[in-house]
Each structure stands twice: as structure tokens, then as C-alpha cells.
């Protein structure tokens, strides 16, 4: 009787200990999960895309009253370029500099076509000026950085949006900076529902620098669309409507 209780204490024991590894492991993947499909730039509740009106026409939308959330110490920063790391998917996340004169390339664009981020279909359509509706799109334009075969600062993008609201902010900051010499701060993060490969839209903050929110101050979503056509962001795929 004794060596069948020890024998059954020992299996209680294997047992319990046995649920507890695996309850530990399910909880570290669900936090590795959630640490890598979040923003890398912590957001407000209200800049969730659950919070965010669907798309209704308009190219963008503005957030937080049109502020940027840019610290002091961000102000304060030498002219720098931080692109985050890929996370598990492949996908990329959040870019941010200081550009100014000195970040401007000073040379022509060079190749970029052996890029392809998360989503990327070769695909066209009649109904799409230039016919193709996926572009790479530069998280910060080429225009303000040089940066350009990144794939770290490079994702998917309808050319609706790569050469519509997306181009008209760049360029507004870029000739900010061509008339003053000044700097300004640039923040994009694209923003994916859950584990789909094509970002819904991306956010783009800026400030100019010297007047610290002066002439140049947004903060707004810019949404991944293409009007006439249908896309599924899980992976790209894509129909006219």
C-alpha cells in the first residue's frame, strides 16, 4: 500500500509539474506574441485601429487634435535615422529621424525592386494610374533620408496612397526644410490589424524643430486603399470591387 502511494504521489507530482511547464510556456508565447505585433512606438488607446473611422473617401485622417507626441528630449536629439527591427512576421515597424539638409540625398535613387515586404502581389489593374496597385513604399521618403533598399524602412502600399497623401506630407516637410535650412522631426509607424502582412494605413508625425511645432506640425493616418479595389490585408490579395 505504501509503494503504490508513493508511486501515485509521484505521479501527481510529474502531472502538476508537467501543467505548470506547459502553462508557462503558453503564457511566454502569448507575451513574445504580443510584444512583437505591437507598435514598437507606444500609441494611445485612441490611435488603435479599432479606434480609427474606416475608410470613407478621405485619403487621411488627423489624430490627437493634429499633435504630434514627441517628447522634449526628442527636440533636443543631433540629426539622427532609427529604423526598428522586422518583427516575427517579416513586417516592418516603426522609423524615425531628424532630417535637415545634411540627411538629403545627393545622389539619384537607385534600384529598389529586389525589396519585397510583407503583402507585396505584382498585380495591375486598368483602373489604377500606372497600372500597378502596389508600390514599395518608403516609411520615410527617399526625398528627406536616402535611405532606399532598407528593407526595414520599406513596406507594402497601394499607389494611392504612396503617391497621394503619403508624397504630399514628404514633400511639404521637404520644402520646409529646403527654405529654412531647418530640421525637422519624422516619425512614421505603420499600423497592422493583428497578424496581417499588409499594413491598413501608417501614422505620420512631424515637427519642425527650431520653432518646436512651428510651420510644420501633424499628426495624421494616411490609409493603405486603393478605390475600385478590394484587398484582403492578411496577405495581399486583392479584386476589383
Known sequence: MARRSKK???RNIF???LTIIIILC???QNEIK???TEPLIKQKETYKLE???EYSGNAYIQINDNKPNFTDDDYTKETFESYSDLDYLKRARTAFAKVGKETMPKEKRGSIGMIKPTGWHTIKYDIVNGKYLYNRCHLIGYQLTGENANEKNLITCTRQMNTGAMLDFENEVANYIDKTNNHVLYRVTPIYE????LASGVQIEAS???DKCGEICFN???YNVQDGITIDYTNGDSHLS
Open 51 to 53: 479606434n480609427l473611422p
Open 15 to 17: 502531472i502538476t509539474t
Open 8 to 10: 501515485t504521489q509521484k
Open 26 to 28: 503558453i503564457a511566454y
Open 194 to 197: 493583428n497578424n496581417n502582412l
Open 208 to 210: 519642425s524643430v527650431e
Open 220 to 222: 495624421v493616418y494616411i
Open 34 to 36: 504580443t510584444f512583437m
